[in-house]
């Protein structure tokens, strides 16, 4: 299989307290990880696109100063919610795709979610 | 602009009334399209790939086709445990950096 997890699955935050999220591939090797938020009854958001050893590249409208990703290693990247507010709460959700990247195994597997609460 | 778009909305099922989700795409050229479970709370599960117009994957009571407009992803005999919210999503030839562009989802509800 491919099984990505993350950690925490769910933390709530006092306002202007910034929060880290883990993101690992269990049982392959992750090149490019992408985090996402979702809102309730909503689909999945891009955020970024997080490439193992470089910087990542944040989608439009994201703040990149905000939310601060670290793809540190081939399975794992750190999502960094900084001076978090109640609007930042959300779903976030993290997937990694399967390296290496054939047509025929190029396949986002996705994290369990962290729900995030900021009070 | 890339767009999915996925219909209905919402749909509810007897337990053994087959049915389909349909998701169409506008996009400037298609590499993949694939299907996502997502149950409530949890991040989505991969179910299929689908690379070419003509092509069909199944999987148990699911199977996904596609056409170069629109994917059908067809439920023979569902049961209540199908009940879930299913996603589609383009990945584009070139320019994308591999990204999904999701739709918004059909929320399958299954009753016995």
């Known amino acids: 299989g491919a099984v990505v997890s993350q950690h925490p699955s769910w933390v709530i935050c006092k306002s202007g307290t910034s929060v880290k999220i883990e993101c690992r591939s269990l049982?392959?090797?992750?090149?490019?990880m992408f985090w996402y938020r979702q809102f309730p009854k909503q689909s999945l958001m891009l955020m970024a696109t997080?490439?193992?050893?470089?910087?990542?590249?944040?989608e439009q409208g994201v703040e990149k100063d905000k939310f601060l990703i670290n793809h540190a290693s081939l399975t794992l990247s750190t999502l960094t919610v900084t001076s978090a507010h109640p609007e930042d709460s959300s779903f976030y959700i993290c997937?990694?795709?399967?390296?290496?990247?054939?047509?025929?195994?190029?396949?986002?597997?996705f994290g369990p979610g962290t729900r995030l609460t900021v009070l | 602009e890339d767009q999915v778009t996925q219909s209905p909305e919402a749909l509810r099922l007897q337990e053994g009334e087959s049915s389909s989700l349909n998701c169409s795409y506008t996009v400037s050229g298609l590499r993949g399209l694939f299907w996502y479970r997502q149950d409530p709370g949890k991040g989505p599960e991969f179910l299929f790939t689908l690379y070419s117009a003509g092509e069909e994957k199944e999987k148990e009571r699911l199977k996904a086709t596609l056409t170069k407009k629109e994917s059908f992803l067809h439920i023979t005999a569902p049961k209540p445990e199908d009940s879930a919210t299913y996603l589609c999503a383009v990945q584009i030839l070139t320019g994308g950096g591999n990204k999904l562009t999701f739709g918004t989802g059909t929320q399958l509800k299954v009753e016995l």
């Open positions: 997937s990694a795709r399967r390296y290496p990247g054939t047509v025929s195994t190029d396949t986002q597997y």
């Open positions: 049982d392959f090797q992750a090149t490019t």
């Open positions: 997080s490439n193992e050893g470089s910087k990542a590249t944040y």
